[in-house]
T-cell receptor, first 115, second 111 residues
């Protein structure tokens, strides 16, 4: 499978500030990566599909101006939570598929706490 | 009705027990079925991947898919405390690489 590195694993920020989360594919060139949000005891919620060299595709109900996604290279996608508020506190996870299997490979996740 | 239903548990079993985890689904287009293990504060890890109906075995883990009943299972033999985690089922159709996830079942294996 693919190795996906996500950073930081945990971040605490003040309300109104922006936070950037990085997702790197260490051994696979990923044209497509995915960003999920997970609430406690809830399933993974797909936020957006990140496409290398083009705009991300956002799921219904996800504010694209709030959650900025940049997929600048085949190995790096970033999610920036802009003007964060306490309700943005959550666990954010990136993933990719290699194409040889329909399974997805996930990063370690980022626990965002907005105070 | 959600596309994928999974009992959140928690499911508590003694060490050495056989664990059965299950999901049901409603979308008959699903052809690819996956199980993930997620430890607390970590990303999910792909455990098993199955295409269409049938069984697949990997060590202590066995995945079963019954498309006629729209029911999938994951069996864990000789369960260990290190198996304590949340197990998520996921599935996708032939035209999509994006899986639909269940909400996960919390498993606790006590010594």
């Amino acid at each position: 499978g693919a190795v996906v590195s996500q950073h930081p694993s945990r971040v605490i920020c003040k309300s109104g500030t922006s936070v950037k989360i990085e997702c790197r594919s260490l051994d696979f060139q990923a044209t497509t990566m995915f960003w999920y949000r997970q609430f406690p005891k809830k399933s993974l919620m797909l936020m957006a599909t990140s496409n290398e060299g083009s705009k991300a595709t956002y799921e219904q109900g996800v504010e694209k101006d709030k959650f900025l996604i940049n997929h600048a290279s085949l190995t790096l996608s970033t999610l920036t939570v802009t003007s964060a508020h306490p309700e943005d506190s959550s666990f954010y996870i990136c993933s990719l598929t290699t194409g040889t299997t329909r399974g997805a490979f996930f990063g370690q996740g980022t626990r965002l706490t907005v105070v | 009705q959600k596309e994928v239903e999974q009992d959140p548990g928690p499911l508590s079993v003694p060490e050495g027990a056989i664990v059965s985890l299950n999901c049901t689904y409603s979308n008959s287009a699903f052809q690819y079925f996956m199980w993930y293990r997620q430890y607390s504060r970590k990303g999910p890890e792909l455990l098993m991947y199955t295409y269409s109906s049938g069984n697949k075995e990997d060590g202590r883990f066995t995945a079963q898919v019954d498309k006629s009943s729209k029911y999938i299972s994951l069996f864990i033999r000789d369960s260990q405390p290190s198996d304590s985690a949340t197990y998520l089922c996921a599935m996708s159709s032939g035209g999509s690489y994006i899986p639909t996830f269940g909400r996960g079942t919390s498993l606790i294996v006590h010594p």
